[in-house]
């Protein structure tokens, strides 16, 4: 178990960090593809929707058939946030996070968010967390892979419209150090040292004193050059971590394998 000392902030990874890649691209995607048809039917004159049209270049928004065809990355965010809104599902984290991140917290240490999604979908998925239905398990390259994510998306997925907003989710975005938010936009590329060194200043972090948790390789390598602590999570569903990524890297499979000794 990693035992660090001085860490006073720790920045995160989500997708196959904290919570299941599963999620995101057989739950999350799909839902997205899907509904947007009828979003672009529905809302092409919604005030709500029309700064994500806007910020398409023109050749792709003049109709909702020409915005179609180009649409994937600009706007999941909104249409995930239909799918939270509606109860159609909630973000499941791995059953180690929560505990944890609260306890840092308790502790005095910062929390930020480092993505590739949006950060509005970060919020999204940070707003609508399941209650009691977390992923499970763990592994290297998914050898954890007994539990069955599959069916948690199944119960998260059949439950009543709207009822998960007071009984099966949280908002856990008060646990993240107020502008501790950082998607490709306004920090950069996640493969390149300079990012991290941008996120660090804007929050008044110490590189040194700052750790950042990722289950992707380069992205390890770049906070690392950066001067950050880097840990990689292999979780369930990751890719397979190779042997000299192995010997050349702290590894661990659960935030539980991360001691923070914090004075």
């Not at 048809?37 to 700064?51: D, E």
């Not at 998925?125 to 007994?146: D, E, M, P």
């Not at 539990?147 to 993240?176: F, I, N």
Request: include cysteine; charged fraction near 20%.
């Amino acid at each position: 178990m990693p035992k660090l000392e001085g860490i006073q902030n720790v920045l995160l990874d989500i997708e196959g960090t904290i919570c299941p890649i599963s999620f995101v691209k057989e739950t999350l995607f799909p839902y997205a593809l899907h509904a947007l048809p009828v979003v672009l039917a529905t809302q092409w004159t919604s005030p709500t929707f029309i700064p994500y049209r806007q910020a398409f270049p023109l050749s792709h928004r003049t109709s909702p058939s020409a915005l179609q065809s180009h649409v994937e990355d600009l706007t999941h965010g909104f249409l995930w946030k239909e799918g939270f809104a509606n109860g159609e599902f909630a973000t499941p984290l791995f059953p180690d996070v929560v505990p944890r991140l609260r306890e840092w917290r308790r502790g005095g240490v910062g929390l930020g968010v480092y993505s590739s999604g949006s950060v509005f979908a970060q919020k999204l998925l940070f707003r609508h967390v399941s209650v009691g239905g977390a992923a499970r398990g763990g592994g290297k390259g998914g050898a954890g892979q007994a539990v069955d994510e599959h069916e948690h998306r199944e119960k998260v997925l059949e439950a009543p419209a709207g009822t998960h907003q007071s009984a099966e989710t949280e908002d856990l975005r008060d646990l993240m150090t107020d502008g501790g938010w950082f998607d490709t936009t306004n920090a950069g590329l996640k493969t390149e040292a300079s990012s991290y060194g941008k996120i660090v200043e804007t929050l008044g972090w110490q590189p040194a004193r700052t750790l950042f948790l990722t289950d992707n390789v380069r992205e390890y390598d770049a906070a690392a050059s950066a001067g950050l602590r880097v840990i990689l999570l292999d979780r369930p569903g990751n890719a397979p971590v190779s042997a000299e990524d192995l010997a050349r890297m702290e590894v661990v499979q659960s935030l539980h394998d991360i001691e923070l000794v914090i004075k």
